[in-house]
Structures are given as structure tokens and as C-alpha cells.
């Protein structure tokens, strides 16, 4: 089915490998996409929680996305029905959905994303996400359920203590584990490297293995990422495009204005 592109960060996860990304919480020109594919990631996150990107500009990196060797992939304000079935109708060929913290709100999500008979996701299938083509509606929907892929978010202390529960859930594809918002429910708010969060992540990386789901995080610190790799993660977020911006920006700002001058 040419029509729908290979999800790039989905086949390397079916195959047993990694799949790294960034995320984009900043910059609105779609030209971002290019950019992210020709560097290298094998997918990247628009973040729609905490940033205001409208229905028209994620529709645009959807549609410039279709013809990149990157995953386009959204984070969804709330993981409910119109929000993530317009997501990936707009042609998002992933989600990450926040907050959850039990089996029944992953359950839910597969049904909202998943094309019957997995779920009760609408059809609408000549669009973005399926380049307009006059494809086999049957056909279609059955690689569109195999190539979405849908990924939670555990948040809290209740998410970690119900993981096995909720990767346990068939059509789940990965975990992303948001660690800013579990230190805080942790009562060690902003420390990722603490030994309570380094518990937490283990008991992530054991209970996705046992289930066949991809376990991974979203990290600020390259040390740390790669570490967690080693460790298991799979599934891994590396800072933000603000972040890159001004870390890069900001030390060559430093080295110029330290060097000598006439």
C-alpha cells in the first residue's frame, strides 16, 4: 500500500532498535521538518499540551512531513476522542497522549485511534494522511491500524505503580515517560537522576519487555540519554528545538564575544 508512508520510528521499533527524536515546542515553519529529517532523527513530536500550535500549522508539518524519512508524531492537549482521531486525520502518524494513568484510559485510546476492528476510529480516507489517493478502503484501513503508532505517557506515581496493567494493553506501541511531572508527584520535582526516578524507569524498561511495548522517556541531558539507552530505552526523546536553539546559539554567543579583539 504506497499510498501511506512507513513509519519510520514504528519499523525501527518492530525490528528491536532504538528510534531517537526531539521535540518541537517553538518554531512553527514546517521547514523544521527537512531540517530534523536531514540531521538525522528518526521522528519528532509536535508539541500540542503546552504549546499553541492550531489545526492549519500541524496539518502543514503533517502534509511536508509525507515526503521526509522522519515520523510525525503529535502530543495531544487531552487524550480524547476528537483530539486524537483529527490528529492523525490531519495526517499525524503518531500520538503521545498525557496523563494516563490507568488500563481504562488506554483501552479508550485504542479505541479512539484504531479502525474497527480494533477500534472506532472514523474513516476518512482520501486525505492528508493518505496523500489523496483513490486507495482500497478495506486495504487501507488495515495498514493504517498497523503503521499509527500510539504511545502513552505515565506522568505520575499512580501511572508508575499501574504500568503493567496499562502496557498490557494490545495496540499499545511505546511508553514515554515524562520525567519533570513524575519527579513532582515523587516530591523530588525536577531531579530525573534521583534514585526514586531511576527506580521508576527500570520498573518501566521490565514491565514494557515483558509485554512487548517500547519503553522510553523524553531527557534533557545527552549523558543521560545515552545511559538510558544502554539500560534498555528504546524509545527516546532528546531536549527540545528551543533548547537546541539557545544552547547552541548562547555557547557561540560566548566563545565570540570571549575572544580577543583588536
Not at 528518526?42 to 502543514?60: K, R, S
Not at 514491565?207 to 522517556?217: D, E, F, I, L, N
Amino acid at each position: 500500500m504506497p499510498a501511506l508512508k512507513i513509519n519510520r520510528a514504528k519499523k525501527a521499533l518492530r525490528e528491536g532498535k532504538v528510534a531517537i527524536g526531539t521535540m518541537v515546542t517553538s518554531v512553527r515553519s514546517p521547514q523544521m521538518v527537512p531540517m530534523l529529517a536531514a540531521a538525522g532523527w528518526d521522528f519528532y513530536i509536535l508539541d500540542a499540551e503546552h504549546n499553541q500550535f492550531g489545526w492549519e500549522t500541524m496539518t502543514d508539518f503533517m502534509t511536508v512531513s509525507r515526503y521526509e524519512e522522519i515520523t510525525s508524531m503529535v502530543r495531544v492537549a487531552d487524550p480524547i476522542y476528537h483530539l486524537l482521531a483529527r490528529t492523525l486525520d490531519v495526517g499525524a502518524q503518531g500520538l503521545i497522549c498525557p496523563r494516563v494513568e490507568t488500563r481504562e484510559q488506554v483501552e479508550q485510546i485504542i479505541q479512539c485511534t484504531k479502525y474497527y476492528p480494533l477500534g472506532e476510529r472514523g474513516a476518512s480516507v482520501s486525505s492528508v494522511h493518505s496523500g489523496f489517493r483513490d486507495v482500497n478502503p478495506a486495504d487501507y484501513l488495515e495498514w493504517a491500524n498497523e503503521e499509527t503508532l500510539i504511545v502513552i505517557q505515565p506522568e505520575t506515581k499512580k501511572s508508575i505503580d499501574n504500568i503493567e496493567s496499562l502496557v498490557s494493553v494490545k495496540g499499545l506501541d511505546a511508553v514515554f515517560i515524562g520525567p519533570y511531572d513524575l519527579s513532582k508527584t515523587l516530591g523530588i520535582a525536577g531531579q530525573t537522576k534521583h534514585p526514586l526516578m531511576v527506580e521508576c524507569f527500570e520498573k518501566v524498561i521490565a514491565a514494557c519487555r515483558k509485554h512487548g511495548v517500547a519503553p522510553g522517556v523524553h531527557l534533557q541531558d545527552m549523558g543521560q540519554a545515552k545511559e538510558w539507552i544502554v539500560k534498555g530505552m528504546r524509545f527516546l526523546g532528546l531536549k527540545t528545538d528551543a533548547r537546541f536553539l539557545m544552547e547552541s546559539m548562547t555557547a557561540a554567543a560566548r566563545e565570540l564575544k570571549a575572544a580577543p579583539s583588536m
